[in-house]
């Protein structure tokens, strides 16, 4: 265990089973993949709605635009 045992690299984004037959990644590479996409997903989702963050601009917006009547 410890920084000996990890190690990284650089792996395509959104592979395809057809990199996988042209030897361009690994069956290893493209299931692992895969996996981080899913992740990623997961880890958006819950900022996905825009709605609060839509109101809080509009309420700047209109404090700006008020601020800048006087």
Known sequence: ???AAVSFSWVKGHTSARLVATGLV???QHT???AADGQAKL???PHTDVSDFAATLTARS????WAASY
Do not use: R
């Open 43 to 45: 880890g958006a989702k």
């Open 62 to 65: 209109k404090a700006l635009e």
């Open 32 to 34: 692992a993949n895969a």
């Open 1 to 3: 265990m410890g920084e």
């Open 26 to 28: 690994t069956q290893l």
